[in-house]
């Protein structure tokens, strides 16, 4: 694996700096399904995910687990409560194993974020961060379920591999009768195939027109 500072969101750093970015970041190692961190928690780490799938989830009213997003490496994930320095506003765990450097966020803070170009890459992840949620709003207010599972397919590509079918259902808070018939008519229009579970697009204009009018 990289270095931490190998990684292009430190591309700005010169050697100095690359070195103590090293000094305040540790590699660690995560197993399918352990925490990362719960709601609540004090955010006193910046952590880059740098391989594996972590899913950030609430629980709404009736103890049901909600799916906000899911984030493949590399990622920054829930930098929103570093840079605002808030406890953490949903809970995070893995949905592979997975590896994460781990960096003490008050000593980034002190050497690093003072930098224009680390602020600006800070911004940019956040901004992506904030798209995702516009998603999970769509997904679960305004849109039908045959635009939730067609879209969700469409700007997912990149995990589908890692994703069961009772994986996206519960991401989409749909039952998995309903998106069972959904991949069932995607199959036979020739749109995608789906292989031992795992969705694969075959034309992605034809999936694309599932959700755009």
Do not use: W
Request: overall charge neutral; charged content about 35%.
């Amino acid at each position: 694996m990289m270095n931490i500072h190998e990684y292009y969101f430190f591309d700005s750093l010169d050697e100095k700096e690359k070195k103590e970015l090293e000094k305040i970041s540790r590699k660690k190692n995560y197993k399918k399904d352990e925490i990362l961190f719960y709601k609540g928690d004090e955010a006193k780490y910046l952590y880059l995910l740098v391989s594996g799938i972590v899913k950030v989830y609430k629980h709404d009213y009736k103890d049901n687990e909600i799916i906000i997003h899911n984030l493949t490496a590399p990622t920054f994930i829930a930098e929103i409560a570093n840079y605002e320095e808030v406890p953490y506003p949903a809970n995070c765990s893995f949905e592979t194993d997975s590896e994460v450097y781990v960096i003490e966020y008050n000593e980034f803070k002190k050497r690093f974020l003072f930098k224009p170009e680390i602020s600006m890459m800070l911004i940019k992840s956040l901004t992506k961060k904030i798209k995702a949620l516009e998603n999970f709003i769509n997904y679960n207010i305004t849109a039908d379920a045959n635009i939730k599972i067609t879209q969700f397919i469409y700007e997912n590509e990149e995990i589908l591999s890692s994703l069961k079918q009772v994986k996206i259902a519960s991401i989409l808070n749909i039952t998995p009768e309903t998106l069972s018939r959904k991949i069932s008519k995607l199959k036979k229009d020739k749109i995608i195939e789906n292989d031992k579970g795992h969705i694969k697009i075959l034309n992605h204009e034809k999936l694309k027109e599932q959700f755009e009018f």
